[in-house]
């Protein structure tokens, strides 16, 4: 499984600490940025990056942004064709994310959230498969539906 991972200012220290976990633990990861702390850097342009990739292959790849809350991130991302980008506070919410909704992508609030909870919420996120229960494949179903204007 290949990750993208991105950070505006608020998230980049995080993003640093949670690259090495990642890559310490098997995983491949393409870092989108930002590649040096910029206070002045705006979280939108990582964000893209990251879900425009996890777009292109949202079977097999992932993604996990940090900003400040989290939502920002989680905003952009959702933006794109075939992400389905969370934003996650705890271990429980992220199994959920994966067991129910096959989520893509993870937003984290490096305002929020200490070192070791973030990697125990990508832990159990990036384990947790998607249960594939009809009712969720008929949810996402109609995610797609909504997401390729055929639902109204």
């Known amino acids: 499984m290949l ?3 991105g950070a505006d200012h608020r998230g980049f220290e995080l993003k640093e600490i949670l690259k090495k976990f990642l890559q310490e633990n098997g995983y491949e990861v393409i870092d ?3 590649d040096h702390y910029d206070k002045n850097d705006d979280y939108p342009d990582f964000a893209a990056l990251a879900a425009h990739a996890v777009s292109q292959d949202s079977i097999n790849r992932r993604g996990i942004l940090i900003c400040g809350s ?11 064709e075939s992400v389905r980008a969370v934003s996650i506070n705890n271990s429980e919410q992220a199994k959920l994310s994966r067991n129910d909704g096959d989520s893509n992508i993870i937003s984290l609030s490096a305002d929020f959230i200490d070192k070791e909870k973030a990697e125990d919420i990508l832990r159990v996120w990036l384990k947790t498969p998607f249960s594939g229960d009809e009712r969720h494949k008929r949810r996402l179903k109609k995610i797609m539906e909504i997401e390729n204007g055929k639902a109204f």
């Open 3 to 5: 990750i993208y991972i």
């Open 32 to 34: 989108v940025g930002n």
């Open 70 to 80: 989290g939502a920002g991130m989680n905003i952009v991302a959702n933006k794109f």
